[in-house]
């Protein structure tokens, strides 16, 4: 493997709370060195990073990269690549797929496909019951042994108390957190959109914002019961974002993500009964997209994640209340994150680089989100200024279902070097 | 530029419509089984004329109607714009001589429909057509039976008939194209 | 002129501009003499093929509608859902492009998905008519009930009017509510707590707790129907109370200040949402409303399968 020297960019380490313009050599698979004007190896290949930020590649901790099961619209290759051109260098896939990964063989299938592809990281996130019934835990020793970073029902929220507070409990023996899709089920059950004025108006089931925030509540009091770590999924409403709050300063082991539509998106998105807007959580009021805002900018909301969510263009092509929840979203977290958080003077480039990379690893206990000598090499170039429009045809994600198509947005990734070698690299 | 010629003035109009009454009673037979329609719109306030003066001159008390003939138009898929509907209001036809009011006659595909729609209402012992115009320009063969006058125009001419209660005074004019 | 022209589809009112509803209201006018005729048929829509896509049961609606294209001379279709393709699991999308590949003119659809209608319209080249899409709207009943309205009052603006029952669920009650408020009328909601939308007022109406409140307030109700289905999945205790609670009875109508008209888009549940002796008595409209349901169907395929109006005679026709 060549050495790589990554030259006179704008370096963002926010693990030690760097922010300078240097070079970066990577070898080995790792981080040399970091420095003003270092030498070039013989072999090395330099990538010119003037104008350019240099961060530690982004972090995804909630992808659904729908293989095995539904290889037609996504794989973990086709996953791995996509986030690799949004400038992750790793993802966490969540285990419903089918069959769930609720097994350390369905581990070690994600990890050896991830390895195959070449990509992006994939660290699997495996079942908190079998089959994600709600039923019976999963061998989380079995599937941690395998490669599993988290254990999640996602989809699905963790119905029952009492499994709730097993799982956390147990989870402590590992080391690894319990991420929980909050959505009450008989609050939410038929509900298709946010439960507001839009919903009235299109005649839709609306899921209220309650819906969140009863198993918000419910999470945060098992997590000072149990000791455990308990990571919320997808937070969609000003209510969750004050309880989390008042959840970290009591010191509770409480973390959370956000993902890009629920800062950028409102309800209105639904107008026109466009699928394209339909998720779970749903998107909500304009207060809660600014709550979320706000949350990310202090920390409450620690980290951004995308829920990416490839669906076929045929399950979107159909009437809203048949049509599947969740959008992709690999490919336009970062521009995203980039024109509406640091564009709207929200975060600046450092807290994001935090938000997107430094916190996630963090959490989770990965690998990454560091350049301190030693780190694995996998780093993200960053445009900031890049005016792009969004065009899903070109999307290396198998899916095309966003509400975003023909948005211009402003910052993507250059180049993604993971494990010390490219393997994105923008071309144009 | 588009001229615009005096046809009939408001006095000769007034003659030419007593002229027309009478005519019309001539014609008819008398005023017994008589019915005037109007086709909507200005074949409507010659026709509530003309009942007045045959009211008049026999101490009649002659039935009137009003038609529109939107709906029958044979044009109704091609015009593109909707045209509005007016209303149509027709006592019984059931054997009663029909005499159907228009102002100008000219391709005769107005007067057609008028057929057509008169049909869907009973079935007259006979039917006379009246007009104050005849322009020429037929494209199916249908004649009047009472007309006020002719007058031979182009395709780009227009025969403009006004009456004081929709345009504020009476006259004919022919407006070259 | 053209900014009243109504598109190709009629999918609701909440799109339409009050300009637009008059038209509707008032082309409706002309067509409700010609089912007073002996031959109720004009030839202004001859040649159309028009097709009934029916996703949910409604002999009423249907019916309805056929009347209306069979009066203008149309050729009707009829699709229900039992023993179509639809019941096969075809998608609405591959129903309607056969239909359309059939070179269909027009489609008037029920669907069980709120945005069906809508849905088709961007999908497929003939018209569209929304005849009921999920909780969405019914914009021919919305219109026909105004057409009521305006037939006992002559005129929209400024009259009170409360729907009642189930403005949740109900279709009927948005079309009413879209089409009244951007004519001038005020309107009240009255039903249970359960069955109000949780922003109904930020749609202009007032809310009316009780069925009282609404029979001191309005000058006209219009009573939904009470569905069963509703008991079934908890938002009410039984149909019994509703009706103790909520029903319009002639016991609660003797008290009104003045004679409201009595309106119901059908069909009734007698003694649960209505009374018997209400629906038959001399202040109900409901079966004028079934007449003028034909009129306005006809006014709406009327304009549809046309542009936008213009006046019929240019002086010298």
Redesign the interface.
């Known amino acids: 493997m060549r050495p790589i020297l990554v030259r006179g960019g704008r370096i963002l380490d926010p693990s030690r709370g760097i922010d300078q313009t240097a070079d970066l050599l990577l070898q080995d698979g790792k981080v040399e060195a970091l420095g003003q004007s270092l030498g070039r190896p013989d072999d090395a290949e330099v990538l010119d990073a003037a104008g350019r930020i240099v961060a530690p590649g982004l972090i995804d901790l909630h992808v659904h990269l729908r293989e095995p099961g539904q290889e037609d619209i996504e794989t973990v290759a086709t996953g791995a690549m996509a986030a690799a051109a949004g400038g992750f260098s790793a993802v966490c896939a969540m285990p419903n797929t089918d069959p769930v990964t609720d097994n350390q063989a369905a581990v070690g299938f994600i990890v050896s496909q991830a390895q195959r592809a070449g990509k992006a990281r994939v660290y699997p996130i495996g079942a908190i019951s079998l089959g994600q019934k709600g039923q019976q835990l999963a061998e989380f020793g079995e599937l941690v042994g395998a490669g599993a970073v988290a254990v999640s029902d996602d989809g699905k929220p963790v119905v029952s108390s009492h499994l709730m507070r097993t799982a956390l409990e147990y989870a402590r023996t590992f080391g690894i957190p319990v991420a929980d899709h909050c959505e009450d089920p008989t609050l939410a059950a038929g509900g298709a959109m946010h439960e507001g004025l839009v919903s009235t108006r299109l005649g839709l089931k609306g899921v209220p914002a309650a819906a969140e925030e009863i198993m918000v509540a419910r999470d945060i009091l098992l997590a000072e019961l149990t000791g455990g770590h308990v990571h919320l999924c997808h937070m969609s409403t000003r209510g969750s974002v004050e309880l989390i709050r008042r959840a970290k300063e009591k010191g509770l082991r409480v973390t959370a993500e956000a993902c890009p539509h629920h800062f950028t998106l409102t309800h209105e998105a639904c107008e026109g009964y466009n699928t394209n807007a339909k998720m779970n959580p749903p998107l909500r009021e304009p207060e809660d997209r600014e709550a979320i805002r706000q949350g990310l900018r202090d920390g409450t909301i620690d980290v951004v994640c995308t829920d990416h969510a490839p669906h076929h263009y045929d399950a979107k092509e159909r009437e809203f209340d048949d049509a599947p929840n969740g959008i992709i979203g690999l490919e336009t977290a970062l521009g995203l994150a980039i024109t509406e958080l640091v564009g709207g003077g929200l975060l600046d480039l450092p807290t994001l680089v935090l938000r997107m990379s430094t916190m996630p690893a963090r959490i989770f206990g990965l690998p990454g989100g560091s350049l301190a000598k030693g780190a694995a090499a996998d780093v993200v170039l960053i445009d900031p200024t890049a005016e792009w429009t969004v065009s899903p045809d070109g999307f290396f994600s198998k899916s095309r279902n966003t509400p975003f198509a023909g948005r211009r947005l402003r910052g993507r990734a250059d180049a993604t070097i993971v494990r010390g070698q490219v393997v994105f690299r923008r071309s144009e | 530029m588009p001229s615009r010629t005096p046809l009939l003035d408001d006095r000769a109009l007034g003659r030419t419509l007593v002229r027309m009454a009478t005519e019309i009673v001539e014609r008819a037979g008398g005023t017994d089984a008589l019915v005037l329609v109007g086709i909507q719109r200005r074949g409507v306030e010659l026709a509530d004329r003309l009942k007045r003066l045959i009211d008049q001159a026999e101490g009649s008390n002659v039935p009137s109607g009003k038609l529109d003939i939107t709906l029958y138009r044979d044009d109704l898929q091609t015009v593109g714009a909707r045209p509005v509907v007016g209303e149509t209001r027709l006592p019984n036809l059931d054997g009663r001589t029909v005499v159907i009011v228009d102002d100008v006659l000219y391709t005769g595909r107005t007067v057609r429909a008028a057929l057509d729609e008169c049909a869907d209402f009973g079935r007259p012992r006979r039917i006379l057509l009246c007009v104050l115009i005849d322009r020429g320009g037929r494209e199916l063969p249908i004649q009047a039976d009472i007309v006020g006058t002719t007058v031979s125009t182009g395709p780009d001419d227009r025969v403009d008939v006004l009456v004081s209660e929709l345009d504020g005074r009476d006259a004919v004019e022919l407006v070259r194209g | ?1 053209s900014t009243l022209a109504l598109g190709k589809d009629l999918v609701g009112l ?1 799109p339409l501009s009050a300009d637009q509803i008059r038209l509707i209201l ?2 409706a ?3 409700k ?2 089912s007073e ?3 109720k ?4 829509l001859r ?1 159309k093929t028009i097709v009934n896509l029916f996703f949910e049961a409604s002999t009423r609606t249907r019916i309805s509608f056929e009347f209306a294209e069979k009066r ?1 001379s149309a050729d009707t279709v009829n699709v229900a859902t039992a023993g179509s393709s639809v019941s096969k699991g075809e ?3 591959d129903t309607a492009r056969n239909l359309e590949a059939m070179r269909i003119d027009m489609v008037v659809i029920r ?1 069980g ?4 209608a ?2 088709l319209g961007q999908r497929i080249r003939s018209n569209v008519i929304n005849a009921g ?5 019914h914009p021919t009943q919305g219109l026909l009930d105004i057409l009521t309205l305006r037939d006992r009052f002559k005129r929209i603006e400024g009259l009170k009017i409360a729907i009642c029952g189930d403005i949740l669920h109900s ?1 009927v009650a ?1 079309s009413n509510i879209w089409g009244l408020t951007k004519l001038g009328a005020q309107v009240g909601v009255c039903g249970p707590a359960t069955l109000l ?4 007022q ?2 202009g109406v007032t809310i009316l707790p009780r069925i009282e409140d609404a029979i001191q307030w309005a000058d006209a109700l219009n009573v939904l129907r009470l569905q069963l289905e509703r008991m079934e999945a908890g938002f009410l205790p039984s149909l019994r109370e509703y009706n103790r609670v909520f029903g319009v009875t002639s016991e609660r109508l003797a008290k009104a200040p003045k004679d409201l008209l009595i309106l119901h888009p059908g069909p009734m549940n007698r003694g649960v949402e209505i009374d018997s002796d209400v629906a038959d008595g001399p202040h109900s409209v409901i079966l004028p409303q079934v007449t003028n349901g034909v009129a306005v169907r006809m006014a709406v395929l ?2 549809l ?13």
């Open positions: 002129m909440e008032d082309t006018e002309p067509f003499e010609v005729r002996p031959i048929k004009v030839p202004a040649g203008l998608t609405l999308v669907h998905a709120s945005g069906a809508q849905f899409d999920g909780k969405h709207e279709r948005r939308p949780r922003n109904v930020e749609l009327y304009l399968a046309g542009g936008s109006p213009d006046w019929a005679h240019q002086p010298g026709d």
